[in-house]
């Protein structure tokens, strides 16, 4: 894999006042719990922590959300009862971060004499 070369899969989860993240790392292990939820999440979910995004969507500034915010949307200031609503509710994005080119350490590319 080239340098900087990844995927970023999360579902995004539209709410009454805010748009909510989850990311996750495994696509095909959660597309068989959306159907057997017996499958751990701990085998496709990142980090165990709900994201709000301040109404930008999928994209914008993550930022953790509070238990006030997750109360409000979800009934619940648990983060672990956001997550699944979230896992179960919300749409699944991926995002491929392109391929970084060109000199490896700009400092040494001036000395290198040919």
Do not use: C
Not at 9 to 18: A, N
Not at 22 to 37: A, H, I, Q, R
Not at 80 to 93: N, V
């Amino acid at each position: 894999m080239t340098r900087g070369e990844a995927t970023q899969v999360k579902v995004h989860f539209k709410g009454k006042q805010d748009d909510f993240i989850v990311f996750v790392d495994d696509v095909e292990t959660y597309k068989k719990w959306l159907s057997d939820k017996s499958i751990p999440l701990t085998q496709f979910v990142s980090t165990f922590k709900v994201f709000l995004t301040h109404k930008q969507g999928a994209q914008g500034t993550y930022d953790t959300a509070s238990k006030a915010g997750l109360a409000a949307e979800f009934d619940t200031e648990n983060a672990d009862e956001a997550l699944l609503k979230i896992l179960e509710l919300g749409s699944m994005q991926n995002m491929e971060m392109p391929a970084r080119q060109g000199v490896t350490n700009e400092s040494m590319s001036s000395m290198r004499v040919k």
